[in-house]
């Protein structure tokens, strides 16, 4: 087996890797989900205490990229590839610790309808959630195209957190329901927003890994 080709190899598993744990991810993401609507606070602390699998993964795709760096000596299109893959597993990892955020505020509702406080925070949660998994598809696949739609779709992301906010500063105002809980609801807002920037960020990787440019900047 020549070294290219054992060099290809290891790039599959990479980009394999990587696949996994965006499906960990977006698994963990929907799960919480699906918990919070139901009230189940005992699933909810489970999927929280799964982020140290995310944490680990990181760790070991972050040690991939490594060796493939210092024993491989990848040419520059591959470099790209490296680099752009150590930089979307912190995104990935960032999300999953986002998750168990999202998590710890709904387990102060203590089973209440986290939606109740405004009527776009479900589509709000939807909206990340395809942001989510637009953007490591579009890594996974080389498709630029993709990303720059992923990009372009964080304005529907910021446009419903206006209109939570809004809601919660109207609640807040009449005093219908108590200020923790909308400060609560305003914050899970905040990390879904967090959420689709992550996503935005792992769709810029795309852009660099198959030009060296970044937000208009070349760095490869």
Known sequence: MTPRITFEHALE????????MGEHVE?????????????????VRSIMKEDRVVNDMERQIEAKCLTLITKQQPVAKDLRVISA??????????IGDQISDIGELALRFA????????????????????QMRSAVECFLSRDMDAAKDVIAGDDLIDELFNKVK????????????PEDECIDTMMIAKYLEKIGDH?????EWECFQETGNIRNTRLL
């Open 85 to 94: 893959s150590l930089k979307i597993v912190n995104d990935l990892e960032r």
């Open 166 to 177: 809004s809601d919660i500063v109207r609640f807040l105002r009449k005093g219908e329901f």
């Open 13 to 20: 598993d990479l980009r394999v890797s990587l696949e996994e």
């Open 199 to 203: 996503a935005v960020a792992v769709a």
């Open 27 to 43: 698994n963990l993401y929907e799960r919480m989900f699906l918990a919070i609507g139901a009230g189940d606070d005992t699933a």
């Open 111 to 130: 089973g209440m309808d986290i939606f109740r406080y405004s009527p776009h925070l479900a589509a709000m949660a939807d909206a990340a959630k395809e």
